[in-house]
């Protein structure tokens, strides 16, 4: 933290013309930096509509039906199914909805970076670093609300776990449109990731 | 790919001192750089460990009980446990035998670097831009890993899906430490794509 104060003087320079060093820095570092500052805000706001509209999906997935007890079969009763009754699916609308409150902060700091330069170069580092942790989380989310839904989907015969899909057909598909969401989302994070790093490699003269 | 002959030449300018530009380069940019550059090896080295491990421990959970039949309780049949039972696991053994590969290879090109540091700058790019995709292969097939052996743990009561662990103890001992592995794999690719996005960063002048 001691280095913060001269680095950030340093960038500011940079930024600035040599002529007009003593007025604050007017324009972005360079024209291709603007560039791709303006793809990682519109890929934030993708990244936020994705991870959002996933989460709202998850969580109105709710779906009751009719079932016939497996001790009575006569006997139907009505069973809801929901995002809650599975580990799995709470951890994805956790991880998820971080996601999406991480979008929005990204958002408005990639936007200030645009209007106040300065602070680009630090600011790639920060995205590159929080973007991977991120993406370590939506993967992951995405991963195991995949594997369940899968055993939903198919079931499991070696072990007996019978297929939910057939009976609770529009909680599937809820739940599989939002893990395609956030199967977006995660490659909108990669994308995201990428370009901070190479905005970095960019400006290295 | 244009580009490639000349950004190699001025990389190589680079690394060389002005007073001997015509001989090749004998040491690395700098020593901060050699000293990224062990440590990218080690974390490689320790990825490479990590998903070997991993794949070994899940592909031999193999484990066999007496289970009696649910048609017939008095009668019993020797049922085996397998991680090719499951789609989920049979993804995350692909996947970190990508990432077990993947290190390999990435770590003979990072002791190439040490060796030869005139690449230095581009090869960081990749790297950083490389783990980013492992990384959410790898927290993906974790996630679908570690969400199908927490039902097989705890079963769920609301689609009755059974618990498995508490007939085959070591085969879930083993998908268990396999799962463990691969998480630290998730993480070593994070603090990998970390320090490549920050070495990039420590050579902007």
């Not at 779906?63 to 951890?91: D, E, G, R």
């Not at 199967?183 to 790093?197: G, K």
Request: glycine share 4%; with cysteine.
């Amino acid at each position: 933290m001691a280095s913060t104060d001269p680095e950030v003087a340093k960038e500011a320079a940079q930024s600035k013309s040599p002529a007009k060093s003593d007025l604050p820095p007017p324009l972005p570092p360079a024209t291709g930096a603007v560039n791709c500052s303006v793809v990682d805000v519109v890929l934030r706001v993708l990244l936020f509509s994705a991870t959002l509209v996933a989460v709202i999906v998850m969580v109105t997935s709710e779906q009751s039906k009719l079932v016939p007890l497996p001790q009575m079969p006569t006997v139907s009763v009505k069973l809801p199914a929901k995002f809650n009754h599975s580990p799995a699916f709470i951890y994805f609308v956790a991880a998820l909805a971080v996601a999406c409150f991480y979008s929005i902060i990204t958002t408005l700091a990639s936007i200030g970076v645009i209007l106040k330069p300065a602070f680009y170069t630090k600011f790639l580092l920060y995205f590159a670093f929080l973007d991977v942790l991120m993406l370590g989380i939506v993967a992951s989310a995405t991963g195991a609300a995949g594997g369940v839904a899968y055993v939903g989907l198919k079931g499991n015969r070696h072990v007996g776990w019978v297929k939910v899909c057939s009976t609770y057909d529009k909680f599937c598909r809820y739940i599989g449109t939002s893990t395609a969401l956030a199967l977006f989302a995660a490659v909108l994070l990669v994308l995201l990731s990428m370009l901070s790093t190479y905005s970095l490699y960019k400006r290295i003269r």
